[in-house]
Nanobody, 124 residues
Framework: QVQLVESGGGAVQAGDSLRISCVVS????????VGWFRQSPGKEREFLAA????????NYADSVRGRFTISKDSAKTTVYLQMNSLKPEDTAVYYC?????????????????WGQGTVVSVFS
């Protein structure tokens, strides 16, 4: 079993930056990909970015590429999402998830393990 715990969410003003974290524990060796998703009220859960533990493969959604950056600390089994120039439409619950895929997939159904989420609110 794999556990994921997100932290670092909060309320910020438009234009601010925020970094959220995801600590992965348990049988981490069984998973190679950690991804970030978000979900706003009434919307589908949306892929944002993913990274692989082995190698350094990354994948970003077009909607956040250049503004959000995913990174990892393998020694701490922690994955981060740095979010810059935040907008009110970035307000959502942010989830991290783990997949056994080889490459950093955007496909939500391929992520087996999920965290509980952390709330990010951006005020104008």
């Amino acid at each position: 079993q794999v556990q994921l715990v997100e932290s670092g969410g909060g309320a910020v003003q438009a234009g601010d930056s925020l970094r959220i974290s995801c600590v992965v524990s348990g049988r981490t060796i069984s998973t190679n990909v950690v991804g970030w998703f978000r979900q706003s009220p009434g919307k589908e859960r949306e892929f944002l970015a993913a990274v692989t533990w082995r190698g350094n493969n990354e994948n970003y959604a077009d909607s956040v590429r250049g503004r959000f950056t995913i990174s990892k600390d393998s020694a701490k089994t922690t994955v981060y999402l740095q979010m810059n120039s935040l907008k009110p439409e970035d307000t959502a619950v942010y989830y991290c998830a783990a997949s056994t895929q080889t490459l950093p997939t955007y496909r939500r159904e391929l992520y087996r393990f999920w965290g509980q989420g952390t709330v990010v609110s951006v005020f104008s």
